[in-house]
């Protein structure tokens, strides 16, 4: 099947192309285009992506050095930098966000059956943002500081899966906590969150729709304790009280009882306050789902180091949603290809061994199988002895 194909060929046959045209259609995507449609802009960027290019430049370099072989990589004819560029400044970007959405949804379903070690029934996600800093002069629309520019990627994190729920690029200037206006709370799925995201009115809405947050807050929290649960020994929980807030706008944004647990951390040799609105759960449970928000934090720095997005290819705000959507379609496709394959290797492992082998004609599933060195070099060392 995967004879005489590139291996970055085999890798787009996990697209659907049918689900890319039905987006397509519905946003004209390709009307007044002759040559370089949609579908082969989304594969170079893609390509650009994997191949680890700095600069769109660099990668119309390396097509046009591999320009034998551009249409059976699926970038229809040899690509100029200019056709790339406006293609990039001027097609929608919604058509490359919904066909993320959709690699997402796909990448989550293929990931479902991922065991979890906490024992809970709903779903955890932890939402943060992180910021890209960018030259206000060449990127005017990112507003961000009086001489500085940048944009915020809000992310919700589904941290069983290991999957984003949804990324939305913003100008650095929004208030991360106008993020959280764009999650679609689900019944008793759990929400973590760090100090930056202190809106008491809207932790209150996720209590209205049944599901619980737990928030990491300020050590000056105004809190009125009613009763305390008993803790645990040697759980570093140094207390767990249930009570109401009391000063300033605080019991109005929110007027219910609330979870204040004190956590002890040795490793970080700190300590952290805890808000929840999770009266049953055992405290050191609670303390384990914001351990487990580094995930998304890792997520950050994966995307950032990986899928080339710190220096973008086009100035537009268009042209950087389109690039940022490209980068979680690759980083969805390599999920979704890790679990067909059943392959042991990581995400990381999988994007090293693919930046450098996009043009070979290796089957990927040999390419992405694990060798054992250890015995490879144990036969070695026997067959030296016995020569």
């Not at 992506?49 to 700095?54: A, F, K, V």
């Not at 560029?85 to 490359?96: D, E, F, G, V, W």
């Not at 207390?239 to 300033?248: A, E, H, P």
């Not at 690039?323 to 090293?352: D, F, G, S």
Request: with cysteine.
């Amino acid at each position: 099947m995967n004879q005489d194909k590139y291996v970055f060929a085999q890798l787009t046959d996990f697209l659907s192309y049918d689900d890319f045209l039905y987006i397509l259609k519905k946003h004209e995507g390709n009307k007044g285009v002759r040559d370089f449609t949609c579908w082969n802009q989304l594969l170079m960027m893609m390509f650009g992506q994997l191949s680890n290019c700095d600069s769109m430049r660099d990668l119309c370099i390396l097509i046009d050095a591999h320009y034998q072989k551009a249409y059976r990589l699926g970038f229809g004819k040899s690509v100029s930098l200019s056709t790339l560029s406006r293609a990039n400044a001027n097609r929608s970007y919604k058509i490359y966000e919904e066909f993320a959405s959709l690699m997402i949804s796909k990448a989550q379903k293929c990931h479902a059956d991922i065991g979890f070690d906490l024992k809970i029934d709903g779903n955890v996600y932890a939402f943060d943002s992180s910021t890209i800093s960018l030259c206000l002069n060449v990127f005017w629309w990112a507003t961000y500081k009086r001489q500085k520019g940048g944009i915020k990627l809000h992310t919700l994190y589904d941290v069983r899966t290991q999957i984003p729920d949804f990324v939305i690029v913003t100008p650095a200037s929004v208030n991360d906590v106008n993020g959280m206006d764009c999650i679609n709370y689900q019944q008793g799925s759990y929400y973590i969150f760090d100090r930056g995201y202190n809106d008491f009115a809207r932790l209150y809405k996720i209590h209205t729709h049944n599901a619980f947050f737990v928030f990491r807050a300020r050590e000056g929290v105004k809190f009125k304790r009613i009763y305390s649960i008993n803790k645990e020994l040697n759980t570093g929980v140094k207390s767990d009280q249930i009570g109401v807030f009391t000063t300033g706008n605080s019991p109005k944004r929110y007027p219910e009882k609330i979870r204040k647990i004190r956590y002890y951390d040795v490793e970080q040799d700190r300590e952290f306050i805890f808000l929840t609105n999770d009266f049953t759960t055992d405290a050191k449970t609670i303390t384990e789902f914001y351990r487990k928000r580094w995930s998304i934090e890792l997520f950050f720095k994966w995307i950032k180091q990986h899928l080339k997005i710190k220096q973008f290819w086009g100035i537009t705000e268009n042209a950087v949603k389109i690039q940022v959507n490209c980068a979680i379609i690759a980083y969805c496709l390599v999920a979704i290809v890790a679990k067909a394959l059943k392959t042991e290797r990581t995400i990381y492992e999988i994007l090293q061994i693919l930046g450098k082998s996009l043009l070979d004609k290796t089957p990927i599933n040999q390419l992405l199988n694990k060798s054992d060195y250890q015995n490879v070099k144990e036969r070695d060392c026997m067959l030296l002895l016995f020569k």
